[in-house]
Structure formats: structure tokens, C-alpha cells
């Protein structure tokens, strides 16, 4: 009789300590945040319509649809799914095409005028160059957002694929 | 004469499969030699190194001239490529460099008999400053000589070499089924290849035991260095170095002769993963090595030429051929009697590690120092039944020499750094699995993963750097802001517009100062001692405060239309 007292007693109060212990230390937003962003391809493309990879982290943790990122594609919705236990989802191709290949900058330098324009749309700090002087893509830093290629005046950036 | 003793093999191989070794067609005879190919193609990249032409189109070259060079990091020569005949460059890409040839080629390889060697080099009693010297400047003869793994690696030689070795091993164990390029050498030029033993000796003066290790189904390869050695051993001022040389016949197994394996095999000590030899002071060279280091160091002659096994069903004059490195597979199988009406297809490389070949490049692909063997097969020579489900019998794993479990990684879909991708594994599935095609792949995909996570990573850092700047900027142009504001506000601004609110309570103030102005005009009236110069500044005031009245009316009308 005592022994069933003891134990029950026991159950109960490790059952309140794993109660109090699952409400006290619940994972903040911001590690979830922190995880959902390290899935993120980070190019920093902004075609989700966020300002970055790591808003958009923000706004799926705050449960925006995760199917919104080209370049991490049905891969990348897979993963989500399972890290947020939400259903698979079809890709919003509203948000344009998945790419299945990385891609990287490239500037035809001959016809660069040197505006700056790129390296300010740059999300990376990836190109570098100066006033009236030639610019260039540094490619190992360079994500392939396609963010430099809107404000170039005299369309002298091309999208290549990563060899 | 008196014979060498064959050392017994300390440790056999564990693991390791008994093939059908398809050697008997080429097997241990000297090498034969083809007419001069019209062109030499040369590819400048191999596994470890990456070559830059030093020539240009249209320049005329001669044999044994340098044409392109791969550089360490520190820019120092660490490999050369060289015209093995000469002619003109007609063609440098990215990829390759093609000479038209123009002279007879000199197919004169002679084996070496130590008659006018001078024993004065053999000296010990050097002083170890001259002995480095002497180590650095023999390093950098092989280095520009361009001598590499001729075992099918392609590791710089000169890269296993320091002074810290205390083994060499001499590796004469050709246990791919094929190829027979590295028997047809140790019987064509055994004097060859102890002259580059002697001369590694003369360098490294401290290493203590040679083994040469040849597999004891190769007799013929084993006499011919026994009775070289034999030979060597009758002149006194070698005895020491041939007292240090052991001739080791090893067991016939796949894959003895893998460079692990081998030393293994040897000395008992196995390595760690990705270990290199060098580590623990052995260094292992493949026999073609070897020799070809003994012609660089003693004559300064470079990597031109090497010993490739042709063979297959599809050939009618299989063999191994002394070819100019940059022959075309083509030039070089035709020369071996090449049936094309057979030819299904053809591989670069042994018979369970070589890779297929572009059936219709075959003529711009050229031989480099790595290809050892090409074989020419028809449709059945290597027709493989299909692919079926694992069915867990374990028989890949005890032939494993890595002492890996093939089967589980397959089931996880795994890969191991230790795999040396020798295929022992696939050749006794009884499912005909690709074992090592599925290791290779999952090792590519998590390389690929790798790289991808650290350029998100790498991306995210910048991203937040990047943001961060942008913050910076901003709050010191909000500061900058600040200041120029407070130093303009001590004049008042006159041309800032007043709000509604300002302009209401400006009327009320003006209609307040009105009534005050009626009522003492008023008062001023019944007051009968008032002055008519005091009324009459009543009056003014009442009228100067009826016009203000007037004035923020209208200024608060016009404000709030505009509104």
C-alpha cells in the first residue's frame, strides 16, 4: 500500500515537473525562426516577396505558406513540412520558376559603364567596382538572386549556371 | 649467378576476391611498338593537377620539350608535360594542346647494366647539408620531369618523398584484370628499374628496406628482377644497396596491390583512413615510377613514353605497346589490329576499375600518364546481367579489403571515406549489384549538399553583414540630420506653415484681445472724464484688433480649404 502511495506520488510530481518544464521552456519564435532560416537556400533572391530569406523565416514562422522559395524548390517545401508538421503543399509558381540549378552572375565587363546601380541591389556585397569603373561578380559569394540584373541600364549582366 | 631469395609476404591480404585476370593474351612478354602517330594530344587536366601551356599555335617544338606546366601554390614547378616527339602545335584549348608530329619517333629504351655507373654518387659519407641540397635538386628533377603515379593515380612522385622514409616500397603488383603494362615492363627493363631504386638510395641513404613486390603469378617478371639483382649484387660497390632490397612475391588476389594493401601486406602496419604513407615514413611507388625517376635523375630525362596494355576481344594483336604519351586511342588501337566491326566498347583503364570511353572520340582522346591499359571489347566481353534486389547474403563483406560492410552502406544508401573503390564487392554479388556506382553517387550528393549548405551559410553572414552596414549608414545620416536641424532652429523659421490648431487658437487670441478693446472703449465712454485723446486710442486699438480678427479668419479659412 505504501509502495503504490510512493510511486503515484512519485508519477505525479515528475508528471507536474515535465508540465511545468514543457510550458516554461516552450522553443521561443526565434529559434524557430533560426532553424526554418537555416533551411532557407539563402540566396536572398527576395521572390517570396520578402525582403530576404531570413523575413521570410519570420513570416513562415508566423504561418505564412512555405511553398513560396524558387530556388529551393519541392526539396525545400518537403523539408519545411516535416520541420513544421504542415502538410506538402504544391509550389506557388506565382512566385516563379523552381531552379534546379544554382546560378551565378556574370558581367560582360566590355559594356559595363560603371553605375553602381548592381552592386547597391547586391544582397550579398557580391560585386564589386567603383564610380566610371568597370564592375565584376565575385563568384564564390555570389548567391544568384537575379537582383542585379533589374537595375543594370545597359543590360550587361547575364545569369549563368554555377560549373 | 647467384639467386635472390624471395622473401615470403608478411601478412596475406584479409579480403580481397581470386578473378579471372584475362592476363594470359598479354601477359609477361616485352613490349612491342607502333608507328608514329600522326598527332600527340595532350589533356592538361588529371585528377591532382592542372596544367598551363607554355607553347603556342603554330610553334615549332622539339622532343623532350617542355609544353605546358601545373604550379604549386608558391608558383614552383610541380609537374611538366613534354612533347614526346617533335613537330608543330596546331591546336591549345582549355582542355588539351595537339602537336602535328613530324619525326620518326626514337623507340630506343635501353636497359640499363650499371657498367659505366659512377659509384662515386653512392658516397655516405656526405655531409648532411650537401645531402639536402642534394635532396631538394634530385626532388626538383622529378617535379620537372613530370614523373606521376603511373599506376592509374596520377599522384605527384615527388610528393611522397621526404626525408623522414624509412620504407620504400616498389610496387609491382598489377592485380586489375588486364593489364600487364607493369610485367612487360620489369621484363623488358629490370636494369631500369633498380637504377631508379639506387638512385631514390642515393638520396634517402637512410632508408632501410626496399621491398619489391611483384604477384607470384607473374615468374617471368620475378626472374627477370631476381637475375637483375643477381647481377647487381657481383659489383661490390652496389652490394650494400642490394643487401637493403627484398624481393617479395605476393599473393595473387584482388586488389593486392592497392597501395594500403600493399603495405599491409609488408609491414603489418595499416593505415588510417585517408592516411597517407608518408605519415608513418613509407613511401609506395608504382614500378613505372620508379624507372622512369632512375631516367630522370641519372640521364635527366623526362616522362615522354610508357608501356600500355592493349587488349581485349576486339583487338586481333593484343599487347603491350610502348606508347608516345598523347597517342590517340584510336592511332593506338588500330596499331594493335583493332576489329571495329567487334568493337562494342572501350575502356580506359583495367577491367574493374577503368572508366568507358566515348566511342566517338576515340581519336581525340589521348593517352596520358596515367592510362595503363585500354581495352577493346565486344558486346559480351563485359555484358553484365541486369541489376537485381540485394538479398542480404553478406557476401561482399568478407572480400572487402577496407573491412567495410558494402551491404549496409547500400541499405542506408551510405558511402565510406575508407572505400577504395576496388569493386572486389561487385564482383562476387550474386544480384549483380553496381555497389560502388551507388557509393560514388551518394558521396557526390552529399558533397554537392555540402557545398550548398556552406555557401548559404557564407551568403547568410553576408546578407547580415550587409543589412547591418545599411543600419549603420542610416543612423549616422539620422544623426547628421539631427544636428542640422537643431542648428537651424535657433532663427525662427518663417516660411513653416502653422498648423489648423495654431491658426484657431491664433483667432481666438485676436477676438479676446477685441472684446478686452470694446469693453474698455466702452467703459472709456460712460467714463465723463475721459479725454477725447484717450477715447480715440480706444477706438484705434478696437479697430487694429478688429482687422487682426479679421486677418486670422481668413487665414484659418483659406488654411482649412486648403485642407
Redesign the interface.
Known amino acids: 500500500m505504501i509502495g503504490i502511495v510512493f510511486l503515484l506520488s512519485l508519477t505525479l510530481i515528475f508528471g507536474y515537473i515535465l508540465q511545468l518544464a514543457s510550458e516554461k521552456l516552450k522553443p521561443t519564435t526565434s529559434t524557430l525562426v533560426t532553424t526554418i532560416n537555416n533551411t532557407l537556400p539563402q540566396t536572398q533572391c527576395g521572390q517570396c516577396g520578402h525582403p530576404g530569406c531570413k523575413p521570410y523565416a519570420e513570416a513562415i514562422a508566423a504561418g505564412e505558406a512555405h511553398n513560396k522559395c524558387p530556388p529551393g524548390g519541392v526539396e525545400l517545401i518537403t523539408t519545411l513540412s516535416q520541420l513544421l508538421n504542415r502538410d506538402t503543399i504544391a509550389f506557388d509558381i506565382s512566385h516563379g520558376e523552381i531552379e534546379t540549378e544554382p546560378l551565378i552572375a556574370f558581367i560582360r565587363e566590355d559594356e559595363c559603364i560603371g553605375c553602381t546601380k548592381c552592386i547597391q541591389a547586391c544582397p550579398v556585397d557580391a560585386i564589386v567596382g567603383a564610380q566610371t569603373l568597370m564592375h565584376t561578380v565575385i563568384i564564390d559569394e555570389c548567391t544568384g538572386c537575379k537582383l542585379c540584373v533589374a537595375p543594370c541600364p545597359v543590360d550587361c549582366i547575364d545569369l549563368l549556371v554555377r560549373g | 649467378m647467384s639467386a635472390v631469395p624471395l622473401l615470403k609476404q608478411l601478412k596475406p591480404l584479409t579480403g580481397g576476391v581470386f578473378i579471372n585476370s584475362h592476363k594470359s593474351v598479354t601477359a609477361e612478354t616485352a613490349y612491342q611498338f607502333i608507328p608514329t602517330p600522326p598527332q600527340l594530344i595532350y589533356h592538361l587536366h588529371n585528377k591532382y593537377l592542372q596544367y598551363l601551356p607554355k607553347v603556342v599555335v603554330g610553334e615549332q617544338i622539339q622532343a623532350q620539350q617542355v609544353i605546358a606546366t601545373a604550379l604549386t601554390e608558391t608558383q614552383a614547378v610541380s609537374s611538366n608535360l613534354h612533347a614526346a616527339l617533335s613537330g608543330q602545335v596546331i591546336e591549345i584549348t582549355q582542355q588539351r594542346i595537339i602537336i602535328a608530329v613530324s619525326s620518326e619517333p626514337d623507340l630506343s629504351p635501353q636497359n640499363y647494366a650499371f657498367d659505366d655507373y659512377k659509384p662515386a654518387l653512392l658516397d655516405h659519407e656526405t655531409s648532411s647539408h650537401n645531402l639536402l641540397e642534394r635532396e631538394q635538386a634530385a626532388l626538383q628533377k622529378i617535379r620537372q620531369a613530370g614523373i606521376i603515379g603511373l599506376g592509374g593515380a596520377g599522384f605527384p612522385s615527388a610528393s611522397k618523398l621526404n626525408r623522414h622514409l624509412h620504407t620504400l616500397v616498389v610496387n609491382g603488383v598489377e592485380c586489375e584484370p588486364y593489364i600487364t603494362a607493369d610485367a612487360a615492363l620489369m621484363v623488358a627493363e629490370p636494369g631500369n628499374i633498380l637504377l631508379g631504386v639506387i638512385e631514390l638510395l642515393k638520396i634517402y641513404p637512410q632508408l632501410n628496406s626496399i621491398y619489391i613486390a611483384i604477384e607470384d603469378n607473374k615468374p617471368q617478371s620475378i626472374k627477370a628482377i631476381q637475375t637483375a639483382l643477381a647481377q647487381l649484387s657481383l659489383k661490390t660497390q652496389y652490394a650494400q644497396c642490394v643487401h637493403k632490397i627484398q624481393l617479395t612475391a605476393i599473393k595473387t588476389v584482388y586488389p593486392a596491390g592497392g597501395e594500403r594493401q600493399l603495405i599491409e601486406q609488408l609491414t603489418g602496419r595499416a593505415l588510417k583512413i585517408r592516411q597517407p604513407a608518408s605519415d608513418i615514413g613509407i613511401a609506395c611507388l608504382n614500378i613505372a615510377s620508379i624507372a622512369a625517376i632512375g631516367q630522370a635523375l641519372a640521364f635527366g630525362r623526362p616522362l615522354t613514353h610508357r608501356v600500355v596494355t592493349l587488349t581485349g576481344n576486339a583487338l586481333t594483336q593484343p599487347g603491350n605497346y610502348y606508347l608516345p604519351i598523347g597517342t590517340s586511342f584510336g592511332v593506338a588501337l588500330t596499331a594493335a589490329g583493332l576489329n571495329s566491326q567487334k568493337l562494342h566498347q572501350v575502356i580506359n583503364g583495367g577491367g574493374l576499375m577503368g572508366q568507358a570511353v566515348d566511342m566517338n572520340k576515340l581519336d581525340s582522346i589521348g593517352v596520358e600518364a596515367t592510362t595503363h591499359c585500354i581495352i577493346a571489347a565486344t558486346a559480351t566481353e563485359f555484358a553484365k546481367p541486369n541489376e537485381r534486389p540485394c538479398i542480404q547474403c553478406d557476401a561482399c563483406v568478407p572480400v572487402c579489403p577496407e573491412h567495410l560492410l558494402p551491404q549496409k552502406l547500400f541499405q542506408t544508401n551510405d558511402y565510406s571515406l575508407a572505400c577504395i573503390e576496388c569493386r572486389a564487392c561487385e564482383v562476387v554479388c550474386p544480384s549483380y549489384i553496381p555497389l560502388v556506382d551507388y557509393f560514388t553517387a551518394a558521396k557526390q550528393q552529399d558533397r554537392t549538399q555540402f557545398i550548398?549548405q556552406q555557401?548559404?551559410?557564407?551568403?547568410?553572414k553576408?546578407?547580415?553583414?550587409?543589412?547591418q552596414r545599411l543600419a549603420q549608414i542610416a543612423r549616422k545620416q539620422a544623426a547628421v540630420a539631427v544636428t542640422i536641424q537643431q542648428s537651424t532652429a535657433i532663427k525662427p523659421n518663417q516660411s513653416k506653415q502653422p498648423t489648423l490648431r495654431q491658426l484657431k487658437t491664433q483667432v481666438n487670441k485676436s477676438k479676446n484681445l477685441l472684446r478686452q478693446a470694446q469693453a474698455a472703449y466702452l467703459q472709456l465712454q460712460k467714463n465723463q472724464a475721459s479725454t477725447a485723446e484717450s477715447l480715440q486710442q480706444a477706438q484705434h486699438r478696437v479697430e487694429t484688433s478688429q482687422f487682426k480678427v479679421d486677418q486670422a479668419e481668413q487665414a484659418l479659412s483659406k488654411a482649412s480649404q486648403a485642407k
Open positions: 550548398k555557401r548559404a551559410e557564407q551568403a547568410k553576408r546578407y547580415d553583414a550587409r543589412k
